[in-house]
């Protein structure tokens, strides 16, 4: 698509039946994109990385802010970086591997960290911040973002998706603390008490 390869590995075929069938079309929509735009970023630059890795990294990254996990208690990157890791482990890649794609989703909302990083988990996030946040827009040629969308489509994405991370994170409030989720809750929960990383200072139990 829009001239990247897709893998068609028995993995990377049952990734995307499962993430098609257990999320909603945001969802899935935006992962391929994430996948799409990270291998693009990977191939202009001349990056050896695992597609396959990428592909089932990129389809699982998300699934976090899914219903199935309404009852996670830990940060949604935490959910999907889980996830992936036994979905890959149940097919037989080897626990390195395997990590990799664990780490690529455990880190893919951190700003800088993941661009220091393994391939795979400098692109996944690099699919993600162009996706979410336009970072490298201009640098995509207009045809290749047309084929992209008009298989991937984005309808209404940037206020579909801040309800999507709301709905994620509203019953975990906790998780976001430090993290660019933070940012969702100010603004879908402006009466929300957010813990304050100076009076967590201030107030700890040491006398100075």
């Known amino acids: ?3 990247i390869p897709l893998p068609d590995t028995k993995p990377a075929r049952e990734a995307t039946e499962l993430i098609r069938d257990t999320t909603d079309e945001l969802i899935y929509h935006h ?4 996948y799409l735009f990270g291998a693009r970023h990977g191939r202009e630059r001349g990056l050896a990385f695992d597609a396959e890795l990428l ?3 990129a389809l699982f990254h998300a699934v976090g802010l899914t219903a199935r996990y309404r009852a996670s208690r830990q940060r949604f990157e935490l959910d999907g970086a889980d996830a ?8 037989g ?4 591997r395997a990590r990799l794609a664990w780490e690529a989703i455990a880190l893919h909302t951190t700003p800088e960290i993941p661009h220091r990083m393994a391939p795979e988990i400098a692109l996944l996030a690099a699919g993600v911040e162009l996706d979410i946040l336009g970072i ?3 640098t995509l040629p207009p045809e290749t973002r047309d084929e992209i969308l008009a298989a991937h489509p984005r309808p209404d994405f940037k206020r ?5 991370f709301h709905g994620g994170i509203a019953h975990r409030p906790e998780t976001a603390f430090g993290t660019v989720e933070a940012d969702v809750l100010a603004r879908f929960d402006p009466e929300r008490i957010r813990p304050d990383f100076v009076r967590l200072i201030e107030d700890s139990a040491w006398p100075e």
């Open 84 to 91: 992936v890791r036994r979905f890959l482990a149940g097919h």
């Open 1 to 3: 698509m829009a001239g």
């Open 31 to 34: 992962s391929r994109r994430v």
């Open 55 to 57: 592909y089932v990294g």
């Open 136 to 138: 490298g827009y201009d």
């Open 93 to 96: 890649v080897p626990a390195d």
């Open 160 to 164: 579909r998706i801040l309800r999507a």
